[in-house]
């Protein structure tokens, strides 16, 4: 049986548009604003981590 990914985007987002999804089961990050863009395989862990530190604060 193949599983359906499910996308996900932060409750914290509410209506923004400038946000990414993360995927379920865990390992993919797609732009919200492109849903039927490129999807990019990550370590999500790795990915929060940086959030969290500022890594892509403007």
Excluded: N
Excluded at 7 to 25: A, D, F
Excluded at 30 to 53: N, T
């Amino acid at each position: 049986m193949i599983k359906q990914t499910q996308w996900r985007k932060s409750s914290y987002s509410g209506q923004e548009t400038h946000c990414v999804e993360l995927s379920s089961p865990p390992g993919l990050i797609r732009d919200s604003k492109d849903c039927d863009g490129p999807v990019l395989r990550a370590d999500v862990a790795a990915f929060v981590r940086a959030v969290k530190a500022g890594r892509f604060d403007r």
